[in-house]
């Protein structure tokens, strides 16, 4: 008899499993657009046992070599921040004042991405140093580590992209998938991510808190007041860090430094915004109900990361600046590895995606903006209104019984 076979799928055209039904291609003939692939229980598990060796491999060769590069993008951000600070105190020159901002975005950018997001998911507490120990680092965002590490490490790297289970679906205010009921409120999905987009920081700040459960009354607030007091100390030592005591420190050039630190935050919130939205929202990139994941194996788990992730194409600078999150694949399959190890692994993670027949969603930087920003616009309408791309990969979830 047939195992039960269960798709990953367009959404609202969940299959539920079937028996009697092997496993087949039906791409049809002459189309060269794949719409539909197929994997058996072995296909998945042999899969997930190449990504496992793949990363036995990496850790085993983890060492000096990956410490000297923290070590040198944490004096390079350091660099940025002190040379930024300073040449605010020549605001009133014009071409100061852009310089100073550009490199404090830049080192607010590093310290969250490559630094903060990295260090925080545990990727180099193999270093056993304090300074660089994802218990202990705190990233210059007004979001608490702690807070963060539970929304983002636990929730949305063990969920990723399961519908009413991962928040970073839509941070609790979008509409990012064709599974999340539609109503009248989401005709502004274009102006919320808007606000998202420049608030980043804060909306990061916000998600552990689940404001949309509190007004609903899913969530009391004697649930969430500690959580509440944590946001309340972070956020006010990053505001008297950055609109009162460096603009005090000018002087005269108070208001000039105020609104530099606070363009470099804007800066910080739009560019971090936009390669996060990039790795999870183009189109491709598949969301998941809670069916679908039940009992999953390691290798269905592997499957559904790369399913729902999809890269950024640019050169080193790029990949840095990005914290190396334009590897958004390879960090949700491996997020505890040094993300400066992702662009050698894409090689092999391409690679193995292409012998499986599975795609490996990647564009430009332009391409995955614009089909991520068409993605929300399409997405503030009724499912009915437009058509739905995705792939339906449809797989074995149990082992073939003995006959």
Not at 141 to 159: A, E, I, M, R
Not at 235 to 256: C, E, H, M, N, W
Not at 315 to 333: A, W, Y
């Amino acid at each position: 008899m047939a195992t039960p076979i269960i798709a990953f799928r367009k959404p609202n055209s969940f299959r539920k499993p079937v028996a009697d039904t092997a496993p087949a291609d039906t791409t049809p003939a002459g189309d060269d657009r794949i719409t539909e692939i197929n994997l058996t229980f072995e296909q998945v598990e042999a899969l997930g046992r190449e990504l496992d060796e793949l990363r036995a491999r990496v850790v085993a060769d983890l060492g000096q070599k990956d410490r000297d590069y923290l070590y040198n993008i944490v004096r390079v951000q350091r660099g940025l921040e002190v040379g930024g600070r300073g040449l605010l105190y020549l605001g009133f020159l014009p071409p100061a004042w852009i310089a100073g901002v550009a490199a404090l975005s830049a080192s607010k950018i590093l310290d969250n991405m490559e630094i903060g997001h990295n260090v925080m998911h545990g990727q180099y507490d193999w270093m056993r140093e304090d300074n660089y120990n994802s218990r202990e680092f705190e990233w210059d965002n007004v979001c608490p580590g702690d807070q963060w590490k539970h929304s983002h490490n636990y929730l949305h790297h063990t969920f990723t992209n399961i519908v009413d289970m991962d928040r970073d679906i839509g941070y609790g205010v979008l509409r990012m998938s064709r599974d999340q009921d539609w109503n009248p409120y989401y005709l502004g999905n274009l102006a919320y991510a808007t606000a998202l987009m420049l608030l980043f920081e804060w909306g990061v700040m916000l998600h552990d808190l689940e404001a949309d459960n509190l007004i609903a009354g899913k969530r009391k607030w004697s649930d969430v007041k500690h959580l509440a007091k944590g946001m309340w100390r972070k956020a006010r030592k990053q505001a008297l860090k950055d609109y009162i005591v460096f603009p005090v420190l000018t002087g005269p050039l108070f208001v000039s430094t105020l609104l530099g630190n606070a363009t470099a935050n804007i800066v910080r919130n739009i560019w971090a915004y936009s390669i996060i939205f990039c790795g999870h929202f183009p189109t491709g990139t598949q969301t998941f109900t809670k069916e679908e994941c039940e009992n999953e194996t390691r290798g269905q788990w592997y499957l559904r990361q790369m399913l729902g992730s999809a890269n950024i194409d640019g050169g080193t600078l790029f990949h840095i600046m990005s914290g190396n999150l334009s590897h958004q694949i390879e960090h949700h399959l491996f997020p505890d590895i040094p993300a400066s190890r992702y662009p050698a692994m894409a090689v092999e993670v391409r690679e193995i995606c292409e012998r499986y027949g599975l795609p490996y969603n990647t564009g430009s930087f332009r391409h995955q903006l614009w089909s991520t920003w068409t993605k929300i616009a399409k997405l503030s309408v009724p499912n009915s209104w437009t058509r739905d791309d995705d792939i339906v990969v449809n797989i074995e979830r149990k082992k073939e019984a003995a006959a």
